[in-house]
């Protein structure tokens, strides 16, 4: 009923930039925020942004300004991360999460997270 299958990621050097995609495969009522958080070796995962049901978007401090979120309804429900700029420090295993919202019927899943892919950023 619920799956978030990741694509995008690899390798680039520093100032460079990588997309990285979410499809999420739902009920039509089933309504999610869809994030992206990221995890380095020997840190905890860390949240990088969000979009919310409405297109309102928010970010950590650390990619404003260099990463994008965005969504397209369109295309299966896919959910974008346009990674600009990059640096050394952006090297980590991104993962995108979904979080219910309310007006979801009853019996749809609180959430779900995607695969994970890897970004390295070499300087």
């Known amino acids: 009923q619920l799956r978030l299958v990741q694509s995008g990621g690899g390798s680039v050097q520093a100032g460079g930039s990588l997309r990285l995609s979410c499809t999420v495969s739902?009920?039509?009522?089933?309504?999610?925020?869809i994030s992206w958080y990221r995890q380095s070796p020997g840190k905890e995962r860390e949240f990088v942004s969000v979009?919310?049901?409405?297109?309102?978007?928010?970010y950590a401090d650390a990619v404003k300004g260099r990463f994008t979120i965005s969504q397209d309804n369109a295309a299966e429900n896919t959910v974008y991360l346009q990674m600009n700029n990059l640096k050394p420090e952006d090297t980590a295993m991104y993962y995108c999460?979904?979080?219910?919202?309310?007006?979801?019927?009853?019996?749809?899943?609180?959430?779900?997270w995607g695969q994970g892919t890897q970004v390295t950023v070499s300087s």
């Open positions: 999460n979904s979080d219910r919202q309310l007006g979801s019927a009853h019996w749809c899943p609180f959430g779900d």
């Open positions: 739902k009920s039509s009522e089933c309504y999610y925020e």
């Open positions: 979009i919310g049901v409405d297109g309102s978007t928010n």
